[in-house]
């Protein structure tokens, strides 16, 4: 099993430009979550997904939008990239609340110049 | 809302010692989850231990334990026998019914050999 597996795992952006990071997992996760992390702090709450079809806003969700057609996959759009922006993302997985284990990808560095 | 306090930035204690890690949540809900991770430098999020707010015994894991106090909403984590693989950022976490995953800002463990 790949885990959970997000791409790109670097990016640079200008002001105003859009992207879409990308979030896979393979373990048939029902939860999926993103997060930012500023340096020096801790993870923020951006979106997060209890399935397919539903997601709802975390802690700090403007400037972001999020889908979840698919189980397997959770991305993350920027539509209008802000220098505020500039941190770096991650996405996790688990199977349920109870079971929670919290399968974190690797992080995604993104600088918006 | 949720909020997770972690008065320690740094801490650092000397290989094979034993050191605890401090956090305080702020919850209305009864039925919460609490979790400690790890992040070393790779940026690699881990799940350290996991307690459930209804079970009273306290979780341990191999080295770690905690020291759960639901009536002052504190989450403490041990770690015996440092090694200087424990050298790493340290995130306490909480959960409520609405599943969203809430982080303190970390507190950075240095292992002096």
């Known amino acids: 099993n790949a885990g959970v597996t997000q791409t790109p795992k670097f990016r640079i952006l200008k002001i105003g430009q859009s992207m879409t990071l990308q979030c896979t997992q393979d373990?048939?996760?029902?939860?999926m979550y993103w997060y930012r992390q500023d340096p020096g702090m801790g993870l923020k709450l951006i979106y997060y997904?209890?399935?397919?079809?539903?997601?709802d806003k975390g802690e700090v969700p403007n400037g972001y939008n999020v889908s979840r057609s698919t189980t397997e996959d959770f991305p993350l759009r920027l539509e209008l990239a802000a220098p505020s922006q500039t941190s770096v993302y991650f996405c996790?997985?688990?199977?349920?609340?109870?079971?929670?284990?919290?399968?974190f990808g690797a992080g995604t560095r993104l600088s918006v110049l | 809302a949720q909020t997770v306090t972690q008065s320690q930035p740094e801490m650092s204690v000397q290989e094979a010692e034993t050191v605890t890690l401090s956090c305080t949540y702020d919850?209305?809900?009864?039925?919460?989850?609490l979790f400690w991770y790890k992040q070393p430098p790779s940026r690699q999020m881990i799940l350290v231990i996991r307690?459930?707010?209804?079970?009273?015994q306290n979780a341990t894991e191999n080295r770690f334990s905690v020291n759960f106090q639901k009536a002052a909403k504190s989450f403490s984590l041990k770690i015996s026998d440092s090694q200087l693989g424990d050298a790493a950022m340290y995130f306490c976490?909480?959960?409520?019914?609405?599943?969203?995953?809430?982080f303190g800002k970390g507190t950075r463990l240095h292992i002096l050999p």
């Open positions: 996790a997985s688990s199977y349920s609340k109870q079971k929670f284990i919290g399968y």
């Open positions: 373990m048939n996760h029902n939860y």
């Open positions: 997904s209890v399935g397919a079809g539903i997601t």
């Open positions: 919850t209305s809900e009864s039925d919460y989850y």
């Open positions: 307690q459930e707010a209804y079970k009273q």
């Open positions: 976490a909480t959960m409520n019914r609405d599943d969203k995953i809430i």
